[in-house]
C-alpha cells in the first residue's frame, strides 16, 4: 500500500510539473508573439526602422526572450531554439543600425518560428497523434 501512494506521489507531481511547462512555455511564446506583431506593426508604420518606438519594441520582445531563454531550452528542441536565438539577436542589431529590409525580414522570419514552437510544443489533436 505505500507503494502504490508512493507511486501516486510521484505521478501527481509529474504531471503537475507537465502543465506547469505547457502553461509556462505557452505564455512566453505568446508575450514574444505579441511582442514581434508589435515590432512589425511600427515598422509597417514608418519608412526607417531606427526610431524610438521600434527600437523600445524590439528590446522588449527581444528582452523577454533573453529572460527565459534558458528556461525554454530545457524544454524544448535546442536545433529551432537555437535558431530562434540568432535571428532575434540579428533582429536587434539591424533595427539599432537601420538595415530596414532586413529586419523586416527577420521579423517575419521569427513570427513564422514562434508560430512553429507554439504548434509543436503545445499539446493539441495535429501533434498528439
Not at 21 to 38: A, N, R, S
Request: with cysteine; net charge negative.
Amino acid at each position: 500500500m505505500k507503494k502504490l501512494i508512493i507511486i501516486s506521489i510521484v505521478f501527481a507531481l509529474m504531471i503537475g510539473a507537465a502543465i506547469w511547462e505547457i502553461f509556462y512555455t505557452t505564455g512566453v511564446y505568446t508575450d514574444i508573439y505579441d511582442g514581434l506583431v508589435k515590432v512589425q506593426e511600427s515598422m509597417d508604420k514608418y519608412e526607417d526602422v531606427y526610431n524610438e518606438e521600434t527600437v523600445a519594441l524590439t528590446e522588449e520582445a527581444v528582452g523577454i526572450w533573453e529572460k527565459n531563454k534558458e528556461i525554454l531550452f530545457c524544454f524544448g528542441n535546442h536545433n529551432v531554439l537555437r535558431m530562434v536565438d540568432e535571428k532575434l539577436e540579428n533582429l536587434k542589431a539591424m533595427v539599432r543600425i537601420n538595415y530596414t529590409d532586413d529586419a523586416k525580414v527577420l521579423v517575419a522570419v521569427s513570427l513564422s518560428l514562434i508560430e512553429a514552437i507554439q504548434n509543436d510544443t503545445v499539446p493539441n489533436a495535429t501533434n498528439l497523434f
